[in-house]
């Protein structure tokens, strides 16, 4: 168990907008930070970061709560796990007890696979390190490679011994599970039998954005034409090749800071391109780009520039991914090196300097560099010719930008030398024709598709009641501790047994005011996790002299605080007079808040007296007494003559 101090300390010091910052390129927004929801894919930002109040808010998944919330929603880390990952990242000291026999059996399955994954990771870098064998073949192929001792280190590479089961014998002697190694994929079962998949091959731990160990790419050293060069993990539970990208872990901060990042293909292009002192640079892992590793790069950078090898054949192969890129919205450039050379090569053999220059002038917008390979095909045929341009123009249509197209539509009409006119009609055909076969979609898809998005806002009714207990909840949060000077409204009834009300002053702090004026009125809140919260709070500012939203979104259990950043991100985002449409008139900030929490608990009175009065309503139609209807009716009259003080005093007409 991790000590109540080590969290304390981890919350204390974690600033939520810099450990987000690590995921999502975020974009200052007023007192705020936005950016593209990690959670779901979208254009437009709606994932918000409160550095105020340490919370965050991802508003297309409805996801929201803590730094440590981010981690756990993100990463799939466990509780202790977040705590220690932040403990590490701020450079704190863990203080901790040895877990137990059953604490380990507890652990889920899928922390089984990571915990197996890191113990291979660190296997294998040991054995490249320490072993003879690992000096010999592993490490000596590193440093034939250019690789230095730093380098290997910070990339955790590693050497998988040329025997059998070497590996997994020692994994079963150190307590792990043959079931959990065979699903990870570092060891392969046949019947009573267990071998080494990665036997005899240097070894690139493939590593989450956030640094576990998701799986392995195992490179073969000897000729044998039987043998796979390179072998990559088998997809698990941790391990989908298509949703990784080999690098990012050490290239997030520097793509977020450089606003670009270069895509190479091998995973000694990502660490060679580091070694120089290019490090916003990751890999696909020799697989085609798919578009969840190209959602993984938009979280950091608009920016993407594709390098390709000197080798011209795969080029072509190679352009589907460019359209990827564009359909995600994004700005992509190509560079290509020499002939026969790589960006392992190319950087092997440059200094940073010259590097850098290079890939600044040579790398190409992408339809300049689409133009000059396929021009190369067509050659003087017209046909080819033909087919080239309405290729470019089919990679424009896959821009959702309307301006970005219009200004590649212009690009290209200057580059093939044929009229915007005609470009412009292709691209519209091309348009018309993705719709039509849009329009050929299941009939149940198509009326989900159009039915959804008629449902006018505006008629959606709206829970006055839910809203009002929600705005209690954020006025405690927000003005809890705050003295204000209030107005009461002091119902009384004369002689006469007429309801009238006197206004009365008086001084007292935010949380004071509710809670007494909600006890006198007996309002008990009708949503559950509103109630709890409440309760929670003003406990929590009736203990403490210097209450703070952070320690509380801290200290709750995490459906508790998601429903408090909830609750206070929603408040950044919406204006309160939308809500007037759906009868709640609660004051603007630019009034003083002891408007607010006065309108606010009078809005609630009124609310719970006109469901008294339908409750009477309803009641009166089922009594068959004179004196039950008389009575109910009394009662009506009394609480319509209440409703109508109330709105006067809220300036409402009745």
Not at 539 to 562: G, S
Request: net charge negative.
């Amino acid at each position: 168990m991790i000590s109540r101090t080590t969290i304390d300390n981890v919350f204390e010091t974690a600033r939520v907008e810099e450990v987000i910052g690590d995921y999502v390129q975020l974009k200052k927004s007023g007192s705020n930070f936005k950016g593209l929801s990690p959670f779901s894919d979208e254009r437009t930002p709606s994932f918000m970061v409160s550095p105020v109040k340490q919370i965050w808010k991802d508003f297309s998944s409805g996801k929201g709560g803590n730094v440590v919330s981010f981690l756990m929603e993100h990463e799939h880390f466990t509780y202790p796990e977040a705590i220690k990952y932040l403990a590490k990242k701020y450079g704190l000291e863990i203080e901790e007890t040895e877990q137990s026999d059953e604490q380990k059996e507890q652990a889920n399955e899928r922390e089984s696979l990571y915990l197996v994954s890191e113990f291979a990771k660190e296997y294998f870098h040991k054995t490249l390190l320490e072993t003879e064998e690992g000096k010999a073949i592993g490490k000596s192929y590193f440093k034939e490679r250019g690789f230095t001792e730093e380098t290997i280190k910070k990339f955790s590479l590693g050497y998988s011994p040329d025997q059998w089961s070497a590996f997994t014998e020692e994994a079963l002697k150190n307590g792990y599970q043959l079931s959990f190694l065979e699903k990870t994929g570092v060891t392969i079962v046949k019947g009573e039998k267990q071998f080494d998949r990665f036997k005899g091959r240097v070894m690139f731990p493939i590593e989450s954005m956030s640094g576990r160990t998701l799986g392995f790419g195992g490179r073969i050293l000897t000729t044998d034409k039987k043998a796979a060069k390179y072998l990559n993990s088998p997809e698990s539970d941790i391990y989908h090749k298509s949703k990784v990208l080999y690098g990012i872990y050490h290239a997030k901060q520097a793509i977020a800071k450089e606003d670009n990042c270069y895509l190479v293909e091998g995973y000694t292009d990502v660490i060679q391109f580091h070694q120089t002192g290019i490090e916003n640079v990751v890999s696909s892992s020799g697989t085609a780009l798919t578009p969840e590793q190209i959602r993984l790069i938009n979280r950091l950078s608009k920016n993407i520039t594709v390098l390709f090898d000197g080798d011209a054949a795969g080029l072509r192969a190679s352009l589907r991914g460019i359209d990827l890129i564009l359909e995600q919205g994004m700005n992509v450039k190509i560079c290509t090196f020499p002939e026969g050379e790589d960006p392992d090569s190319f950087a092997r053999e440059h200094s940073l300097e010259d590097l850098t220059l290079y890939l600044e002038e040579q790398s190409q917008d992408f339809i300049a560099f689409k133009a000059s390979l396929l021009a190369k095909d067509a050659k003087n045929d017209p046909i080819k010719k033909a087919d080239t341009i309405r290729d470019m123009v089919v990679s424009i249509s896959k821009i959702p930008d309307v301006i970005k197209q219009e200004v590649y539509i212009k690009e290209c009409s200057r580059i093939m030398d044929i009229s915007e006119e005609v470009l412009f009609n292709t691209l519209a055909q091309l348009l018309q024709k993705e719709r039509r076969d849009a329009s050929k979609k299941p009939a149940q898809q198509q009326e989900q598709m159009q039915v959804v998005p008629a449902v006018p806002e505006q008629i959606k009714k709206v829970d006055v009641q839910y809203e009002l207990e929600r705005k209690i909840i954020e006025l405690l949060l927000l003005y809890g501790m705050v003295e204000e000077e209030f107005e009461d409204l002091i119902l009384e009834t004369n002689e006469a047994g007429e309801i009238t009300f006197s206004p009365e002053k008086s001084n007292a702090k935010v949380f004071e005011k509710i809670y007494l004026d909600l006890q006198d009125d007996e309002v008990e809140f009708t949503n559950t996790e509103f109630k709890e919260l409440y309760f929670e709070i003003i406990e929590r500012l009736n203990q403490q002299q210097d209450f703070k939203i952070e320690t509380l979104v801290n200290q709750l259990e995490p459906e508790k605080a998601a429903a408090i950043t909830d609750i206070l991100m929603q408040e950044e985002k919406y204006q309160l007079h939308d809500w007037e449409r759906n009868e709640i008139y609660v004051k603007e900030k630019k009034f003083t808040i002891s408007q607010i929490v006065t309108e606010t608990i009078l809005n609630l009175r009124r609310e719970l007296v006109s469901k008294k009065i339908a409750e009477l309503s309803a009641e009166i139609q089922t009594q068959t007494e004179a004196s039950e209807k008389e009575n109910s009716l009394q009662d009506i009259v009394d609480y319509i003559t209440l409703k109508k003080i109330l709105s006067e005093k809220l300036r409402r007409v009745l």
